[in-house]
């Protein structure tokens, strides 16, 4: 499973999409499917300032977890994904995933529930701040 799973990152230095989307290059690859999530500047009817992204060290362990298991629902050729820790602006990239399967149909689910999982499963928190001055933690224990 190890030479499917392409990259797998956690970082505080920015993504570089392109360099993700490179990572699943694969000639056996019919379809490859990328999602690209980004800071927005609105969250719950409030304007967003920034969000700063803390991740527990287990965060690699189970990354990898989750993206062994997208890959063996899917018969994934190539797979990977980033997610940013730290301090992240308006338009930054937050987190890409990207699939590469035999069939577009599979590549855009593998890279559906590969986004999903990590969200659901991940240990990294969100903190955001508001442009009223206050903040929230988001999916904190």
């Not at 967003?48 to 990898?64: F, G, I, Q, W």
């Not at 994904?81 to 590549?107: F, K, N, P, Q, Y």
Request: proline share 4%.
């Amino acid at each position: 499973m190890r030479d499917v799973i392409r990259q797998l990152m956690i970082s505080a230095s920015p993504i570089v999409v392109g360099e993700i989307y490179a990572a699943v290059q694969d000639p056996r690859a019919g379809g490859t499917a990328l999602f690209v999530g980004t800071v927005r500047d609105h969250d719950g009817g409030k304007a967003v300032v920034r969000l700063e992204y803390t991740a527990h060290p287990s965060v690699d362990a189970t990354m990898r977890s989750v993206a062994t298991a997208v890959a063996e629902r899917y018969g994934v050729v190539a797979l990977a994904a980033s997610h940013r820790v730290g301090r992240l602006e308006i338009g930054d990239v937050a987190v890409v995933t990207a699939a590469a399967c035999v069939h577009r149909a599979d590549a855009f689910k593998a890279c559906q529930d590969l986004i999903d999982d990590l969200k659901g499963n991940l240990p990294i928190w969100k903190h955001q701040i508001f442009a009223d001055g206050s903040e929230e933690w988001v999916g904190t224990p």
